[in-house]
């Protein structure tokens, strides 16, 4: 285990700039996670921290040691850096205890097996070590992957989409499996996916990615309550955005009343520095940021409504016509057309400025 650092990355194919100016920190024993959508540079990176891939501009360190710059770089074998894919790519021929074993041929055979053995109990398989991958389902396939790139004991582990294969209640179950099981041998771990429960699930620290730029460096739960741009606002977690103008530097008012900001009203977006007086910003309102209550004489609209089990997620049209989401209890089972009375619960105010 070891801190990883990525200091003003970038790396082109061609002409073509895939990631641009990449830098975080990912502490030792921390899971990390690069969320973002397809063709926004993930893997890229991945193939620039395992060694595959050069940079032209940075530099990427492990543990304190620089393993790439621009015109050099530490071979990949050399990195002690675990790999997982994400179609599990186990050898077929060999049994689960031969796999996971796999890099381990330089040790004696009794302190191989007892790696193994113990790499076994950790991913909850010890009762198919004879078996062959293909008598495996999904999960247990990538659970072997993941016994197979930790059994060295690499520096860090990397992980490629590694639950792309699995049906979505398997991907959540084994996402806090794997939580676990890196935080067992206290490995530091980064992560690459395109579905943000898997990184909520998983991280310890998510890195939004556009366009081969890190957008915001944060916890899973700052990113979720101040999100540094309408990137991040849009595509972590469900939202409305409503037009508002600033009072003063923490009150913002709205079409529903004054929101009271526990940090300055700071727009994320650039060429704004601070938002100022009468400045008219577009406020981010998350469906825990209203709440339904039946008493309150301030109403709104069922324009839509989506069952969720334990709570609807409700749509609703606010007097202007703008729109709103707001999850409620599901015995609170209103008509569409249905008029609701709603109150405001905003703790982090959240504004961008309107051009
Ligand atoms: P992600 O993993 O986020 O989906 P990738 O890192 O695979 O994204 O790809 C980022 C961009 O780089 C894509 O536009 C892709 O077409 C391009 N790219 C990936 N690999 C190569 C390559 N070997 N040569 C040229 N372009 C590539
Ligand atoms: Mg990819």
């Known amino acids: 285990m070891a801190e990883l650092i990525l200091d003003s990355v970038s790396q082109s194919y061609g002409t073509r700039k895939i990631i641009a100016d990449l830098s975080f920190t990912l502490p030792e024993g921390a899971i990390g996670c690069l969320l973002g959508p397809s063709g926004c540079g993930k893997t890229t990176a991945l193939r620039c921290i395992s060694g595959f891939e050069p940079i032209q501009s940075g530099e990427i360190r492990i543990g304190g040691e620089v393993v790439s710059r621009p015109d050099w770089m530490l071979a990949a074998e050399k990195r002690r850096v675990g790999m997982v894919f994400q179609d599990y790519a186990l050898f077929p021929h060999m049994t689960v205890s031969a796999n996971v074993g796999f890099g381990l041929r330089s040790q004696s055979k009794a302190a191989r097996q007892a790696r193994i053995d113990e790499l076994l109990v950790l991913v909850g398989l010890s009762g198919h070590a004879e078996q062959f991958p293909h008598q495996l389902s999904g999960g247990q396939q990538q659970r072997v992957a ?16 590694p639950f792309s294969n699995l049906d979505v209640e398997l991907r959540e179950r084994l996402s806090i499996e794997v939580r676990d099981i890196l935080k067992r041998e206290a490995t530091t771990a980064l992560i690459v996916t395109h579905d943000q429960n898997e990184a909520f699930a998983l991280a310890d620290w998510v890195g939004v990615m556009h366009e081969g730029r890190i957008q915001q460096w944060a916890t899973p ?70 709440i339904h209550d039946d008493d309150s004489l301030m109403l709104a609209e069922v324009e839509n409504k989506a069952f969720r089990g334990a709570e609807f997620l409700y749509t609703l049209k606010l007097p202007s016509g703008q729109r709103a989401l707001s999850l409620v209890p599901s015995h609170h089972n209103h008509a569409i057309g249905e008029r609701i009375g709603i109150k405001l619960a905003v703790d982090h105010v959240v504004a961008f400025r309107r051009e």
């Open 146 to 161: 993941l016994a197979r790139a930790l059994a060295p004991r690499p520096r860090l582990i990397l992980m490629d989409e």
């Open 221 to 290: 739960y700052n990113l979720y309550h101040e999100p540094a741009n309408r990137f991040v606002a849009d595509f972590v977690g469900q939202g409305a955005l409503v037009t508002g103008e600033v009072i003063n530097d923490h009150q913002v008012e709205i079409e529903l009343g004054v929101l009271n900001g526990h940090i300055p009203v700071e727009c994320g977006d650039t060429g704004c520095d601070e938002c100022v007086r009468s400045c008219h910003v577009d406020v981010l309102l998350r469906p825990d940021d209203i």
